[in-house]
Nanobody, 120 residues
Framework: QVQLVDSGGGLVQPGGSLRLSCAAS????????MSWYRQAPGKEREPVAA????????NYADSVKGRFTISRDNAKNTLYLQMNSLKPEDTAVYYC?????????????WGQGTQVTVSS
């Protein structure tokens, strides 16, 4: 049974920080591509950041470059998203995504989402 559990969201003032976590269970994580997506009200879900394994190569949406950092701890089967200098436009539900296994990456799993609200 594959499961992704997102956590760490909340209400934060502009300029503040949050760290999201995604705990993975089941036979996934190592060697899978792990990503964060977000969906704001009335908008489509969009990619935020991704990290590969092995190697740990990362990619970020232009809107979050320099402010967000994605990382993974394979020993804990956990994905993180450190979000700094948050802006009101970062308000969205954030979802963890797992894609694998290599080499064909035909399976795709989602977390339940965690709400991030940036407001004064």
């Amino acid at each position: 049974q594959v499961q992704l559990v997102d956590s760490g969201g909340g209400l934060v003032q502009p300029g503040g920080s949050l760290r999201l976590s995604c705990a993975a269970s089941g036979s996934i994580f190592t060697n899978w591509v792990m990503s964060w997506y977000r969906q704001a009200p009335g908008k489509e879900r969009e990619p935020v950041a991704a990290i590969t394994d092995p190697g740990g190569s990362t990619n970020y949406a232009d809107s979050v470059k320099g402010r967000f950092t994605i990382s993974r701890d394979n020993a804990k089967n956990t994905l993180y998203l450190q979000m700094n200098s948050l802006k009101p436009e970062d308000t969205a539900v954030y979802y963890c995504n797992a894609r694998g296994p290599p080499p064909y990456y035909t399976s795709n799993y989602w977390g339940q989402g965690t709400q991030v609200t940036v407001s004064s």
